[in-house]
């Protein structure tokens, strides 16, 4: 299902900001390829979504990841993903590093093995900005409590201030959505999200 917002711009080009042809996963099973997804294609252009619907199983998260380059080593990707026409599969790791939060950002399906624990949720918000954006400590510091209140958290101080484990699992997630859109990526990939 593709839903168009008005409100975003598309790209000068008018094309899809992710292109993906033909898009396979394996993974090495016991010396053998088993098949996670097969030969996706689908394009999304800015301010669209796109729903993958499908049984648990069925290739889902495992064809989301492929596009970040995060599958596990026993893992190979096939086909073609673009982003604003720039061929992803194959990039070196510091490659992707930089394609990574600044032009696509993930919401994981679970935000306590997302967030780091031995970090309060503020400063792994600020570590992201400042790598991304060269913010200083205080500018950061006040976008991530920005970040946190536009996701409704009551308390964006204390949650700012808070370890992982100390907020209830809503509130981790919203936090997690908080370090996912600090960016402002083109794209946003959220697994599963409930």
Not at 10 to 26: F, K, Q, W, Y
Not at 113 to 129: C, D, H, K, R, S
Not at 179 to 191: M, R
Request: glycine share 8%.
């Amino acid at each position: 299902m593709t839903e168009t917002n008005p409100a975003r711009t598309t790209p000068a080009t008018g094309g899809p900001v992710l292109e993906v042809n033909g898009l396979s996963v394996d993974f090495g099973v016991d010396g053998e390829w088993v098949p996670a997804a097969k030969k996706l294609d689908y394009q999304i252009k800015a301010g669209e979504v796109l729903a993958i619907v499908g049984e648990s199983g069925s290739g889902k998260s495992a064809s989301s990841m492929a596009i970040l380059d995060l599958l596990p080593q026993n893992s190979r990707v096939r086909g073609s993903i673009k982003l604003d026409g720039r061929e992803l599969t194959g990039l070196s790791q510091p490659q992707m590093r930089r394609v990574r939060g600044r032009q696509v950002a993930v919401i994981f399906q679970e935000p306590m093995t997302a967030l780091n624990p031995v970090y309060t949720v503020g400063f792994q918000i600020v570590e992201t900005l400042r790598i991304h954006f060269g913010m200083s400590p205080h500018e950061a510091k006040e976008r991530a409590l920005e970040l946190l209140a536009m996701v409704e958290l009551p308390d964006p101080k204390k949650a700012f201030n808070s370890y992982p484990h100390q907020l209830s699992g809503g509130q981790r997630q919203r936090a997690m959505i908080a370090q996912s859109i600090s960016c402002d990526p083109k794209l946003l990939i959220a697994d599963e999200p409930t």
